[in-house]
């Protein structure tokens, strides 16, 4: 096997240096540098061996995650000095050859890493979660230009709001004067918009805060709090933000995968949909939320399979989920229905265990009660406004409407499947901005995760099975039961307003419902490589159409 990784390793590195040479003779230096740095990476993956003193560092590195930090902190390096020499590389044809260097070194760095984490770390699905999450969503959190995520802006302006302290739902929110809503549109002005300072003497009222929990926009407040403090522009407290919620998934996708027994591999595809990670790496509401239903469902298979008793910090941990849940996306709670198949293990709880289960849930509700004081808001943003008076909308008369006619409810939302089934497919997968969508993204992405859930490891009984779909269904109608109260008008043959990406959770767990079956197959070297290089292949395709269309 040694012999082997060194044969590749130097195939690799004469084709890398090739592939070089080519980019530079044609003036594609992006390529030639990205082409470079994999070459030292395979060079440094060359050198590591079971006995010799690189490897006993990598070793050390892996072992207290510190190889993580540095992987992060290097990707975001190249990321940041690729957009302050972008001008030379994509627009301009010639190149700084300085910053060529550090492009260079950096790549060749961050490659190292990788692929020697790959090599040692082959069977541990949460850590190639890291190695790979890492790269991926820090790409999307850079390459998607600010705004270009559905209401971002808004987004942007409630997490402004929080940075200032100020946690009730307001329209009329103090932003920068520089920062112009959907104001840039390619990388050149996002450079020029990026590297400058701000003393943040002038700003500008706007109305356009989102109606959304503060507790959903804390972590990137506070980063925006820091860098606007150290006078950093606008927009680079906008991306920073989007750095803090990567950060977030990053963290709660690996507990997710380590905590589950089953299904770490199909928990990983799930959450490298390309969709899922344009989400949860913007400022977006569901950035947290995604990642919070995923380790919701990662620890009912963590009860259900492999924890024999219920303890102290399972109770605190569920309880605060369901709170969480409860406070800002209510619609979700449907999700915790799955955990009435452990219902038997509540049971059979200590007495004092119960207790604290209600002093739990009584501070939950007393968390639930206060922080929903500052879920007031007592004016819409007059483009919403706008759209409610257009549409008729009205959750009131929609309610009196459902009651007196709850079968035109389940029509309308058959009618919705029938006519947008095509759309809430593609939204599901495909990257609804200013982007040319790829059939090649769908069915990719969908082959993936076919191939994930049949041949994964599952162990899940045909009665848990069933309920895991009941379940499923429970939740999509939830979903547009929800779009049809408060985005649609009243008596409406079709709900509107829903896409694809609000299925995820739902989605996930007929996946898991179905999958399963053939887990022997899953413990292979080249199924595991035909997963990991597919789901890589099919968002590196889909980045590279978003890197195309901002040029």
Not at 30 to 35: E, Q
Not at 64 to 69: A, Q, T
Not at 143 to 153: F, Q, T, W
Not at 399 to 413: D, E, Q, R, T
Request: hydrophobic share 55%.
């Amino acid at each position: 096997m040694r012999h082997k990784n060194l044969i590749l390793s130097c195939i690799g590195m004469l084709l890398c240096g090739i592939l070089s040479a080519g980019a530079i003779f044609l003036k594609l230096y992006a390529i030639s540098f990205v082409a470079n740095g994999i070459l030292l990476g395979l060079f440094v993956n060359y050198l590591v061996s079971e006995d010799g003193l690189v490897y006993k560092i990598c070793h050390f590195f892996y072992r207290f995650k510190i190889s993580y930090i540095l992987e992060f902190v290097i990707f975001l390096s190249l990321e940041i000095f690729f957009l302050y020499f972008v001008e030379g590389f994509l627009y301009k044809g010639n190149v700084d050859w300085f910053g060529y260097g550090i492009l260079t070194v950096l790549a060749g760095l961050f490659f190292s890493i990788l692929f020697t984490g790959l090599s040692m770390c082959e069977k541990d699905a949460a850590s190639i979660f890291l190695l790979i999450g890492i790269p991926l969503a820090l790409s999307f959190a850079i390459y998607v230009l600010p705004d270009m995520v559905a209401n971002e802006n808004m987004h942007f302006a409630k997490a402004w709001l929080t940075s200032t302290f100020q946690f009730k739902n307001m329209v009329q929110v103090k932003l920068p004067k520089d920062y112009v809503a959907m104001g840039i549109t390619n990388y050149k002005q996002l450079r020029d918009a990026l590297f400058m300072t701000n003393d943040y003497k002038q700003m500008v009222t706007q109305k356009m805060a989102m109606d959304q929990s503060y507790l959903l926009y804390l972590v990137p407040a506070m980063m925006i709090r820091t860098l606007s403090g150290l006078h950093l522009s606008t927009y680079a407290c906008y991306l920073g933000a989007r750095v803090m919620n990567v950060i977030l998934f990053l963290i709660i996708g690996y507990l997710a995968i380590r905590v589950t027994p089953s299904y770490k591999k199909l928990f990983m595809v799930c959450m490298f949909n390309p969709v899922f990670l344009k989400q949860v790496s913007s400022l977006s509401s569901d950035s947290i939320l995604y990642s919070i239903i995923i380790f919701t469902i990662a620890y009912f298979f963590y009860f259900y399979q492999e924890y024999k008793e219920i303890n102290y910090l399972d109770i605190f941990v569920v309880i605060l989920l369901i709170t969480f849940i409860a406070i800002t996306k209510h619609v979700y709670l449907v999700v915790f229905g799955i955990y009435f198949l452990v219902l038997n293990k509540v049971f059979r709880m200590h007495i004092f265990k119960w207790l604290f289960l209600g002093v739990c849930c009584g501070l939950g509700i007393l968390a639930f009660i206060y922080v929903s004081k500052y879920a007031c808001i007592t004016e819409k943003v007059p483009s919403v406004m706008i759209y409610f008076e257009t549409n008729k909308v009205d959750a009131a008369k929609q309610i009196s409407f459902i009651l007196s006619n709850p079968v035109a409810f389940l029509k309308a939302a058959v009618h919705s499947v029938i006519t947008n089934g095509q759309y809430y497919i593609t939204s599901f997968v495909g990257l609804d901005m200013k982007v040319k969508y790829s059939i090649y993204v769908m069915y990719g992405y969908f082959g993936v995760l076919v191939l994930a859930s049949i041949f994964d490891e599952g162990n899940v009984s045909f009665i848990g099975r069933i309920f895991l779909i009941v379940v499923a269904a429970l939740f999509m109608g939830a979903v547009f039961l929800q779009m049809y109260l408060y985005w649609t008008g009243v008596g409406a043959n079709t709900v509107s307003g829903i896409e694809g990406r609000y299925f995820i959770p739902g989605l996930v767990l007929v996946f898991m419902a179905i999958g399963g079956w053939f887990k022997k197959v899953g413990e292979f070297s080249f199924y595991q490589f035909l997963l990991f290089g597919s789901t890589l292949a099919v968002n590196a395709y889909a980045l590279s159409l978003l890197v195309v269309s901002f040029i």
